[in-house]
């Protein structure tokens, strides 16, 4: 299974990534995870980025390249591998395509911005765990603290309000014209193009995982 998830930011890529890598066994090739842990090891990468992100911008194409390309090296993505937030740009899934990575299926993940301005809005998180927390979804046990430790909680600054819409924005004008490319090549008949696959991403996490592993089984 070697598949490209789609949707905006906050549209639940990363949940519903989680179930789909359990299910077939295979990686999760985030880019968000990858620099936030340049980041968090405060490399020069990884400053760079933040810079970049804590605006709501994108981090530009050839870091991203870059990082995807010695990811999928490593022999645990022998047997397939899941994208999750790559690729964003057409010049990204170009770069893809001229690399001769394999994809079998696109599955698009649609939710409404209202909806991930809410999801990405409440969240909080403990810096010293990475467990993150939602003010109305899964609130702590006690408010603004953490359930293990009682440590504070806090909100990133890329979940901010102002900056999810300018990610929004982004997304809009830069990422969502995958959504054809991807359809397009999907509907070409050509050898090699993937599946492309589109399911609603608001309601029961389950209800949506039992959707995304029906669209991936036909």
Known sequence: MRLILLGAPGAGKGTQANFIKEKYNIPQISTGDMLRAAIKAGTELGLAAKKVMDTGGLVSDDIIIGLVKDRLAQPDCAQGYLFDGFPRTVAQADAMKDSGVAVDYVLEIAVPDESIIER?????????????????????????????????????????????????????????????????????????????????????VDEIRDAAFAALSK
């Open 120 to 204: 990405i809005d409440g969240r909080r998180c403990h810096p010293g765990s990475g467990r993150v927390y939602h003010v109305k979804f899964n609130p702590p046990k006690v408010e603004g603290k953490d359930d293990v430790t009682g440590e504070d909680l806090v909100q990133r600054d890329d979940d901010k309000a102002e900056v999810v819409k300018k990610r929004l924005d982004v997304y809009h004008n830069q990422t969502e014209v995958l959504l054809g490319y991807y359809n397009d090549w999907a509907q070409s008949g050509q050898a090699g193009a993937p599946k492309y696959r589109r399911i609603e991403g608001v309601g029961p």
